[in-house]
């Protein structure tokens, strides 16, 4: 998958407090904005499974399209910020990235969430020689247009789902998506996964884990300071993220509506 150029329309800031910040810059959101609508529809279905939906049961794009994203607010809410993520994270952190599984494809319907893990990258740095410098990036997100509770953090709900992947739900997702990439066929993604799983025949590689959450920018602050809990044994790499979108409820509405006429 081709990054898109999303951090161009956003400001960092890297706090003391190990949370990394990215605000989407107020003159930039309209161009952000028409740049999700094609890349987060053709990961519900790709451009070639459209099309042959509507070449062989006489049936149009936008109904097609329908049937494939998700149309509870909730659920639209959470993916939106799934989906920014699976773009966002390898676009700083892992550019090269060759293996990002598509999962929200492989739902069993449109309303109900993908499993495992939210996002799951594979990055070998050299396809010919599997080394220790290899990485996998886990990314757990959360999303919130609304205001929180008084005590509520979503990015405290980010860090507690990170340590559940640390726990056991990284090697679950593993397994997942092995059965998802052997049902597609997809021997070259079958082989690039097994550098990641087949500890017999190659080395360790690194870990990633990201807390994530992409709230509306007038919430950001009170998300950051109710963080109660820091995970205290993941030994691997970890990292807080924090996107900051003014009037996040309107931005996640119009993709979907958006994603309609693509």
């Known amino acids: 998958m081709q990054n898109i150029d999303i951090l161009s329309h956003f400001s960092e800031v890297a706090r003391t407090d190990r949370i990394t910040v990215y605000t989407l810059n107020d003159a930039e959101r309209a161009t952000f904005m028409a740049k999700l609508p094609v890349p987060f529809r053709v990961m519900y279905l790709s451009e070639e499974d459209l099309q042959w939906r509507v070449d062989n ?129 997809d021997l070259d993604a079958l082989k690039k996964l097994s550098r990641f ?25 009170h998300h950051i300071e109710k963080i109660t809990q820091w995970p205290l044994y993941i030994k691997d790499s970890f990292e807080v993220i924090l996107i900051r979108v003014a009037r996040l409820r309107d931005g996640y509405e119009e993709t979907y509506l958006s994603m309609l006429a693509t």
């Open 57 to 185: 049961l006489s049936t149009v794009r936008g109904d097609e399209i329908a049937d494939k994203i998700p149309s509870d607010p909730v659920l639209k809410s959470a993916e939106f910020g799934e989906l920014l993520a699976y773009f966002l994270v390898p676009e700083r952190y892992a550019p090269t990235c060759r293996l990002r599984p598509p999962k929200w494809r492989w739902k069993e319907a449109k309303n109900i969430p993908a499993h495992f893990t939210d996002v799951v990258f594979f990055h070998q740095i050299d396809e010919n020689d599997p080394a220790a410098e290899d990485f996998v990036i886990s990314v757990e997100t959360k999303a919130r247009a609304s205001m929180p509770g008084p005590t509520e953090s979503s990015l405290q709900k980010a860090i507690n789902d990170v340590e559940k992947d640390f726990n056991s739900r990284l090697a679950e997702s593993f397994f997942h998506l092995k059965t998802k990439y052997k049902d597609e066929k």
């Open 197 to 221: 799983m087949d500890a017999a025949r190659f080395p360790e590689y690194l870990k990633h884990f990201k807390a994530l959450a992409i709230v509306d920018d007038q919430y950001g602050d």
